[in-house]
């Protein structure tokens, strides 16, 4: 166990001129279990990242004292364990069950020791291959399970977990936390953990931190005295307080198809089997084709070869007035054909300004410097970006970053969208905000597909749900 101290502590990122968090006064005992919560934007994860040492003074500005059993921070870094929003961060090794033992061995636990632990890890949380399974053959949850036995393995007294179920299916999710509540009973590490779906992870802790929109602290104690008190200030800034209404979108007719899928199938390297097996599809301008089913089933594998991005094994996507399939088509004529978001919005950042990155697209495209000017500015307002216009897109939050990539996916006005989890670690708010942009594009008569876990966005605004297993479609529904 080990106790926590944020004394007058703020952080600025460089090149922001906001704080992300302010003169933050927060104890947290040895042994407790704390859920952290608030608005996209009010510096949770820096709050995280505080924790475990990873905030250097040549990345920001500092002041205040934060402390582990009374020593600074930086100091303990041996103590704590964090998972990342981003599992794919944490992952170093080729093989799986390497990936789990190399903190192990960067700890010097003892040979005899590592392979037991590694396994029972492993275990744990779910993980539903060998040890030799390659690591780049993951899925994203896949990969989440993998960096969490990782963070468990090492058995740290400090467990700092960021949206640990965020990229997971419903079952995932359930398993993961399941693997938690296990992991916890037989351990007395103090936990601190961040996520978004409040009502899914309140049994695993006994004391709810509120942060407000500025970083500042505005609730602490009991989960049942914080939403009493603060309920609708908290609904209203963003945070999943349980029971509260959400937003539904039905859609209009469809139009014209925007986008053919044929017979899509796609084989990675060295794996055993195709992630991805004789998918059809028709998107139509002005509808939300849902895309569903557990991790692993191929659902990202289909956005990639829905989008051009890679060359499939068999079969081709299209759109009208191209005879070239997407796959073989030069990127700046394909960002006017398709824009893409990643299921982890910082992959697809190439500038060093949002309002840069707003321009990447249309520039490449050809478009003259007028009109170009007028989209990025469009866009700015559009997303709620334009007081983030010149910082650097990798220091945003992940709400900030989410309407970034949507933003940039659409500068080039293409007729279709492709979207990768979509609404993967947001908030309440954020996740209306998005919500209500999807809609608003999709009835501008854009084509969207969309990948998604999150039955609420599926409901809200699907015209049609696709649901894969193993690679293939199981079922189609029409949904509205």
């Known amino acids: 166990m080990i106790s ?52 250097t003074t040549d990345s920001g500005e500092r002041h205040g004292r934060v402390l582990l059993d009374g020593e600074d921070a930086a100091s303990r870094r041996g103590c704590v364990g964090m998972l990342f929003q981003d599992p794919e961060t944490q992952l170093v090794m080729a093989r799986s069950g390497d990936d789990v033992a190399f903190g192990l061995e960067n700890q010097a636990v003892p040979r005899e020791e590592i392979w037991p632990r590694v396994r029972e890890a492993l275990e744990a949380v779910g993980f539903p291959y060998p040890m030799g399974h390659p690591t780049h053959a993951l899925s994203g949850g896949e990969q989440q399970r993998l960096a969490l036995a990782g963070v468990l393995a090492r058995r740290p007294e400090l467990i700092l977990l960021d949206e640990p179920t965020a990229n997971l299916d419903p079952e995932g999710a359930g398993a993961i936390r399941e693997a938690l509540r296990a992991a916890l009973t037989d351990t007395p590490a103090t936990l601190i953990v ?21 970083g500042e602290l505005l609730a602490d ?8 008190e603060h309920g609708d200030t908290l609904a209203a800034q963003g945070v999943w307080v349980p029971g509260a209404p959400l937003p539904a979108h039905p859609g209009g007719t469809p139009g014209e198809s925007r986008l053919h899928g044929e017979s899509l199938s796609l084989t990675y390297p060295g794996a055993d089997r195709p992630a991805l097996d004789g998918v059809d599809f028709d998107l139509r301008a002005g509808e939300l084709l849902a895309v569903t089913g557990a991790n692993g089933s191929g659902k990202s594998t289909l956005a990639l070869l829905a989008g051009g991005l890679v060359k499939p094994t068999r079969g081709e ?16 004529r394909l960002a006017t054909r398709v824009g893409s978001v990643f299921q982890d919005p910082e992959h697809q950042f190439v500038t060093a300004t949002v309002r840069d990155e707003l321009a990447f697209a249309p520039r490449a495209a050809g478009w003259p410097r007028e009109r170009i000017d007028a989209r990025v500015s469009e866009l700015l307002e559009r997303l709620r970006l334009a007081p983030l216009a010149e910082a650097n897109p990798h220091t945003l939050s992940g709400g900030e970053a989410r309407r970034l990539s949507v933003a940039g996916a659409l500068a080039a006005a293409p007729g279709v969208l492709l979207l990768d989890e979509p609404t993967f670690g947001q908030d309440r708010r954020t996740w209306g905000e ?14 969207i597909l969309a990948v998604t876990h999150d039955r609420d966005f599926v409901a809200a605004l699907a015209s049609r749900e696709i649901a894969l297993e193993d690679g293939r479609v199981r079922s189609e529904t029409r949904r509205c």
């Open 317 to 332: 996507a299209t759109v009208p007035g191209e005879r070239t399939p997407l796959h073989r088509l030069p990127a700046n």
């Open 221 to 228: 104690g009991p989960a049942e005295a914080v939403f009493a």
């Open 194 to 214: 961040v996520e978004h779906r409040v009502a899914d992870i309140l049994d695993l802790v006994d004391r709810v931190v509120a942060l407000g929109p500025g």
């Open 434 to 447: 998005l919500v209500d942009l999807t809609a608003d594009i999709r009835d501008d008569g854009t084509a």
């Open 4 to 55: 926590v101290e944020f004394s007058g502590f703020t952080w600025r990122h460089a090149g922001r001129r906001a704080p992300a968090v302010a003169d933050v006064d927060l104890r947290v005992e040895a042994g407790e279990r704390v859920l952290l919560l608030g608005p996209s934007g009010s510096g949770k994860s820096t709050l995280l990242a505080a924790l475990a040492g990873l905030l």
